[in-house]
């Protein structure tokens, strides 16, 4: 664990202090700390005990090691979007990461078989491009066609499926275990913090008129609206909240493959309190100043 120690052993009492005195100075420390999460997460999907997993993962497991891996990418993705400045681009990651966070944290509660009903519903689209290159269509006489639909052949070659195993997911309308992700969601997390959350993130119709008066347009002082071309910046309320919804499926990973010891456990608490702590001090300092696009 010589990488947790090493990404860890900089945030001293002194330099914490000295960051969370000042808007600026919480800046400073979050860039850094949301980096250095990033990092650890990338640090923990790379971990495995030996005993348990010699080489690899199975499919029981692999599914939701792949859900860890994007969160792990996508945190680090939208660091580097926080750093220039940019909220636009980072609201348009987080709805990937609560999907990734959630649906892996469910697979965990319901065992293996959600985890199979889940790799199965994967394959909704690509039983259609099956379908549709035996309905004669020409687009699988070109190369780009034969190259899908060899890819999607060898990926149901590869996990022993055939077009007949998927019964179970046309009867539930492709949705896992019959549950749209609304319900997934109430079920790991307080129903309560979907609207504020992912909610306004997905809405009914994606690239709502909403998100184009958040984003895209300012209004003018007769009612009408111009071209907003300039990303808005972005703060602490962007990172904080999204970080609450990554920490516990990887605890449960890493509890679930045997690779859970007390430096781990003390890392992760670690993460949640100065998550917590930065959201806290950004609240107690901020006095609206990033909230001029409108003016």
């Known amino acids: 664990m010589k990488d947790l120690v090493e990404i860890t052993t900089k945030y001293q009492p002194a330099y914490i202090e000295r960051c969370l005195s000042s808007m600026a100075g919480l800046h400073e420390f979050s860039v850094t700390f949301y980096q250095d999460v990033g990092e650890l997460y990338g640090t923990l999907t790379r971990l495995r005990n030996v005993e348990r997993n010699p080489t690899g993962f199975s499919t029981d497991d692999a599914p939701i090691l792949g859900l860890l891996v994007r969160i792990s990418k996508l945190v680090k993705e939208v660091v580097k979007y926080y750093k220039i400045d940019n909220a636009e681009i980072i609201s348009a990651l987080e709805r990937p990461m609560i999907e990734a966070s959630i649906v892996a944290t469910y697979l965990m509660f319901n065992g293996p078989d959600a985890v199979t009903d889940y790799r199965k519903c994967s394959y909704k689209d690509r039983l259609r491009i099956l379908r549709d290159s035996e309905s004669g269509s020409r687009f699988f006489e070109t190369k780009a066609g034969k190259r899908l639909l060899a890819a999607v052949r060898e990926k149901m070659r ?10 179970t997911q046309k009867k539930n309308g492709w ?6 992700f609304r ?11 979907y609207a504020v959350t992912y909610g306004v993130m997905s809405e009914s119709i994606h690239g709502s008129w909403n998100e184009s008066m958040d984003w895209g347009l300012v209004r003018n002082n007769d ?3 111009s071209a907003f071309t300039d ?4 703060d602490i309320r962007f990172m904080a909240p999204i970080l609450n919804f990554t920490t516990r499926p990887f605890r449960m990973w890493l509890e679930r493959i045997d690779a859970y010891d007390e430096n781990i456990r003390g890392t992760m608490d670690w993460i949640e309190r100065v998550n917590t702590r930065l959201f806290c001090t950004f609240d107690s300092l901020y ?9």
């Open 287 to 295: 006095a609206g100043e990033y909230d001029s696009k409108r003016e």
């Open 223 to 225: 009612g009408t609206f």
């Open 183 to 193: 319900t997934i969601f109430s079920e790991i997390e307080h129903d309560d913090l």
């Open 231 to 234: 990303y808005h910046p972005a």
């Open 158 to 167: 590869l996990e022993g499926l055939t077009k007949d195993d998927f019964a």
């Open 175 to 180: 949705k896992l275990q019959g549950k749209n």
